[in-house]
């Protein structure tokens, strides 16, 4: 499996713009494809952003989708979401994540987590 670590997370004003990070380590990292999760108090768990193992093929939830954008970066073994326009529904427990093949949806089929960087959008 893959080690990831989040980074970037902050205390930002809506409408502000805010960059995570996620760094990977272990196996390679271009085998992986990766996601970004979020997890708001009271809520469960949803998909955010995912990106293919090539960087060729975007996915993003509808309620970030123009706002927020996913990328990676083989050669650094990182992947980054760009945030922009955040909004205090955007308030949440970030989480990378990664799983070979195809991006899902379901964050039960992703068997690699990070720890999680937290992001708070003040109205």
């Known amino acids: 499996q893959v080690q990831l670590v989040e980074s970037g997370g902050g205390l930002v004003q809506a409408g502000d713009s805010l960059r995570l990070s996620c760094a990977a380590s272990?196996?390679?990292?271009?085998?992986?494809?990766m996601g970004w999760f979020r997890q708001a108090p009271g809520k469960e768990r949803e998909f955010v952003a995912g990106i293919s193992w090539h960087g060729g093929n975007r996915y993003y939830a509808d309620s970030v989708e123009g706002r927020f954008t996913i990328s990676r970066d083989n050669a650094k073994n990182t992947v980054a979401l760009q945030m922009n326009t955040l909004k205090p529904e955007d308030t949440a427990v970030y989480y990378c994540?990664?799983?070979?093949?195809?991006?899902?949806?379901?964050?039960?089929?992703?068997?690699?987590w990070g720890q999680g960087t937290q992001v708070t959008v003040s109205s």
């Open positions: 272990g196996r390679a990292f271009s085998d992986y494809a």
């Open positions: 994540a990664a799983k070979e093949g195809r991006v899902v949806v379901a964050g039960t089929q992703y068997p690699s």
